[in-house]
């Protein structure tokens, strides 16, 4: 691992654990075993370190939306992409931990306020066109209301690891999905 993506994993962690504005880089510097000098080299300031964190939980999120961009079946696309969330969920609580916590301090949401309104666009509109391939009328809606029912679900658990139900949430969701109907489908 290099520094750099050693500084992000350290700061992902602190973020998500301490909260970004409680978390100086000299801490990040520290726990890293790195100098604070490094940081602003890679990063300019810690702002841009949370800018970097977020693309970084970004390209993962693009990048677990691949496969179901390649022309599946619109309904087992819905349900991949309800697998794949609850995946990242799993394998990334920090990141997502971090991300609720963000929506909650204004000092913050004004630097990564419009990086997750581009990512919440992104996701929606490509979950929208298997919506619409099934014949919704209301495909965006239906892609902002199965989003907010992940993102939900995500802060949920990010509050409650150990107790919270993700996979009998996860299995819910995918057969409500695999069989049910939406606004305007026969």
């Known amino acids: 691992m290099t520094n750099k993506e050693l500084i992000l994993q350290t700061a992902l962690r602190l973020f998500a654990e301490n909260g970004f504005d409680r978390t100086p880089t000299s801490l990040i510097a520290r726990e890293a075993g790195v100098s604070e000098g490094l940081i602003f080299r890679h990063y300019g300031n810690k702002a841009g370190l949370l800018e970097a964190i977020i693309r970084h939980g ?66 929606v509109g490509q979950l929208a066109v298997p919506f619409q391939l099934l014949g919704a009328t209301q495909p965006i809606e239906e892609a902002l209301l199965l989003f907010a029912i992940i993102d939900g679900i995500t802060g949920q658990y990010v509050q ?15 057969q409500k999905y695999s069989h049910g109907k939406f606004m305007g489908q026969p």
Do not use: C
Request: glycine residues 2%; charged residues 25%.
């Open 160 to 174: 409650m690891p150990d107790v919270y139900p993700l996979d009998t949430m996860q299995e819910f969701l995918i």
């Open 58 to 123: 970004k390209s993962q999120v693009d990048e677990s939306m691949q496969p179901y961009r390649r022309g599946a079946d619109p309904r087992a696309a819905i349900v991949l992409h309800i697998r794949e969330s609850f995946r990242l969920i799993r394998e990334n609580i920090a990141f997502w931990r971090l991300v609720h916590q963000l929506r909650q301090q204004a000092a913050v949401q004004q630097n990564a306020e419009s990086q997750i309104e581009a990512f919440k666009q992104s996701v």
